[in-house]
């Protein structure tokens, strides 16, 4: 059986065994440069992944890739967003999450860009060519220092995701200026964690936080039961106190500082803001005295039947979440994941939330119909001194909930989903 390690397509680059390769995977191979073996690729390459290296500078020669159309240097040494890669002309995603990027000229965004992922950089201004990449779909920005957009990101008529958290907007306006929230197909944006909503995210935090703190001592982790991009869930035993019994419950034990969607602490915050509803999966506490000082939530445990409607978006489907092949959803049950899911997102509106995250594989089902919304990663606290703000949020919620009933449409066996109109006098109040 060949050896496919990104090790093995290394040595067989170096030795011109690649000749006509389409996909070139390099991670954590130890390069401190590009090895110039892959410019001989240039007619046919198309994916290139140098993740994990000690990278700082791509040569002007990569230019001459003139297929390639996916480009991942995540865990790198960048302190400068390459100006070649503005010259790539069929460039669509491209991924620098977790260098030290600071500067991004003019030149390194290729007008032909759909996704872009600088998440976790230290990016204290954007180029305003950011608003000639008129393909822009799903644009992560989280972890930065920015402190306004471009001039013009309004043209980004196509923008449909946007994480914004993270960073250092002082003025709702700079984070979300009108012509932002206008945009015709935005439906899933993360904010918090700046500055201008800070103050509301300490105040629910510190509210809700003391009396749910749930010490590491009480907990006796298990298995893993799955992992996600900001953090690890473990089956755990929880034991309240001396003499009770134990419960089991679930664990999310945050990665880092920084995810793809924002801070754990607004997360976490969030997830206690948002109170008890029968469509959410709820929260027992905050995980409080971890021996390596790791932030985590104490979940309730689910049974194994309860599984995400889909799965989240791919590489092909950029912003949407890719099912099971040949899913055929009853008409009934279709019906009432719909209702689920409307009656949650109102339900979270009004406790000043917005999801930011409203996707199928953020849905649990039980195969009968039932559906519990979760993942607070991405959420967002309404602004309370803007009401015209805080409902242009709400209506980004509403978009993506009509993207999750479309979907749910096409995989219903039978009949036809209630309408919006249907789903808001079924909830009351959710979708005014």
């Known amino acids: 059986m060949p050896n496919h390690t990104p090790a093995a397509q290394l040595a067989r680059l170096l030795t011109g065994q690649l000749q006509g390769a389409t996909h070139l995977d390099l991670r954590h191979c130890g390069l401190t440069e590009l090895p110039p073996q892959v410019l001989s690729l240039a007619d046919t390459l198309e994916v290139l992944d140098v993740s994990g290296n000690t990278l700082h500078t791509l040569p ?22 390459p100006a070649v890669l503005g010259r790539l002309p069929a460039l669509d995603t491209l991924g620098f999450k977790a260098n030290q990027i600071a500067e991004v000229p003019a030149a390194a965004l290729a007008p032909t860009l759909r996704w872009l992922i600088l998440t976790d950089n230290r990016i204290g201004e954007l180029p305003a060519t950011l608003a000639d990449c008129h393909r822009m779909q799903k644009l992560m920005l989280a972890g930065n220092r920015l402190a306004r957009l471009p001039a013009g990101i309004g043209r980004l008529q196509r923008l449909e995701l946007l994480r914004l958290a993270a960073n250092r907007f002082a003025r709702r306006q700079d984070a979300l200026p009108d012509e932002l929230l206008a945009l015709p197909r935005l439906a899933w944006l993360a904010h918090a964690g700046n500055p201008f909503s800070a ?13 749910r703190r749930i010490p590491w001592g009480q907990l006796s982790l298990q298995e893993m039961l ?4 900001s953090g690890q869930i473990h089956a755990a035993q929880w034991q309240p106190g001396a003499g009770t019994a134990a419960r089991p419950v679930a664990v999310k034990l945050f990665k880092g500082e920084v995810t793809s969607d924002g801070l754990p602490q607004c997360e976490m915050a969030a997830t206690l803001a948002a109170g008890d509803h029968p469509a959410l999966v709820g929260v027992h506490g905050v995980l409080a005295d971890h021996p390596q000082h790791r932030q985590g939530l104490v979940l309730p445990r689910l049974a194994a039947h309860w599984a995400p409607l889909a799965g989240p ?20 049950q279709a019906d009432r994941i719909g209702q689920a899911a409307a009656s949650a997102m109102a339900h979270l509106h009004e406790r000043g939330l917005m999801h930011g995250d409203l996707y199928a ?3 649990l089902v039980d195969g009968q119909g039932g559906a519990l919304l979760s993942d607070f990663g991405a959420a967002s606290f309404l602004p309370e001194d803007d009401p015209a703000c805080a409902e242009a949020l709400r209506a980004l ?7 999750l009933l479309d979907e749910l449409a096409a995989h219903a066996g039978g009949g036809h989903l209630p309408t919006h109109g249907a789903f808001a006098s079924n909830t009351g109040r959710q979708l005014r």
């Open 226 to 229: 799955g992992e996600g991009a």
């Open 199 to 211: 103050a509301r995210e300490l105040s629910a935090a510190a509210e809700r936080s003391p009396a």
């Open 313 to 332: 978006p791919s590489m092909r489907s950029c912003s949407r979440d890719v099912y099971a092949p040949g899913l055929r959803l009853p008409a009934d």
């Open 60 to 81: 002007d020669g990569l230019a001459q890739c003139r297929r390639l159309h996916t480009l991942f240097a995540s865990g790198n040494r960048f302190t400068m967003l």
């Open 361 to 363: 594989h953020n849905l």
């Open 397 to 403: 919620d509403r978009r993506a909930l009509d993207i």
